[in-house]
């Protein structure tokens, strides 16, 4: 059983945020027809690949995550041959620029409980987060994901800054992808984040670093609830 979202929880910041993670892509818009119609997609480009395959990524990636179907007539690309948005990065918070890292993945079933453990690295410093779940394909995934956010919050020092809202797997050009949609909350903002990661032998080793992916981009954020 695949794990769904609610579709009034999917913005189209959401649908723009997977197409972002496309090879290649600078930018993207969506409009849609209603909440399920998409009627016109824009794509800024790189000039290393053949827009036909961008537009087959596209269309590959919203089948794959949100049921869309898009007609290829609807989709225009324009290519470029440099990112205009790209901004340099920000030093982060957390510490010489560097991000948290997944070091180690353990996953073991006693007694029909599925046990996950997760070991994260941020610089010289390593820390542990569990997570415990019944055993079963879409509790698994979750479990992973809920162990990195336990590990990250004992790192912080704070509680429940990202929930789950979605672990999903899903195939773009025959390559299997975990994809993890969070919430981060944290005094008066709210934020969908959407991670993901290639998804190899180990499904959780995937659905740790698609978490991370996720988080990342707002860890240095977060680091400002304590002092590291």
Do not use: W
């Amino acid at each position: 059983m695949i794990e769904t979202v609610d579709e009034k929880r999917m913005p189209n910041d959401l649908y723009r945020s997977l197409l972002l993670k496309l090879p290649d892509v600078f930018a993207a818009n969506i409009l849609m027809d209603g909440e399920d119609t998409v009627r016109e997609v824009h794509i800024v480009a790189g000039l290393s690949r053949n827009p036909k395959l961008i537009s087959r990524d596209v269309q590959s990636a919203l089948l794959a995550a949100f049921g869309f179907r898009v007609d290829h007539r609807v989709i225009s690309i324009a290519q470029l041959a440099a990112n205009p948005f790209e901004m340099p990065e920000q030093p982060e918070r957390l510490g010489a620029g560097t991000r948290i890292q997944c070091v180690e993945v353990s996953t073991r079933v006693e007694e029909k409980r599925y046990h996950v453990s997760v070991r994260l690295r941020h610089g010289e410093h390593d820390f542990l987060g569990e997570a415990v779940s019944r055993n079963t394909a879409t509790l698994r995934m979750r479990a992973a994901v809920q162990a990195t956010l336990n590990a990250v919050h004992g790192f912080l020092g704070v509680e429940d800054l990202f929930t789950i809202l979605a672990t999903q797997p899903t195939t773009i050009g025959g390559t299997t992808i975990a994809l993890t949609l969070l919430e981060y909350s944290y005094a008066r903002e709210d934020r969908l984040l959407i991670g993901s990661a290639q998804q190899g032998e180990d499904a959780a080793v995937g659905f740790v670093k698609s978490a991370l992916d996720a988080m990342n981009r707002s860890l240095s954020i977060a680091a400002g609830c304590q002092s590291i």
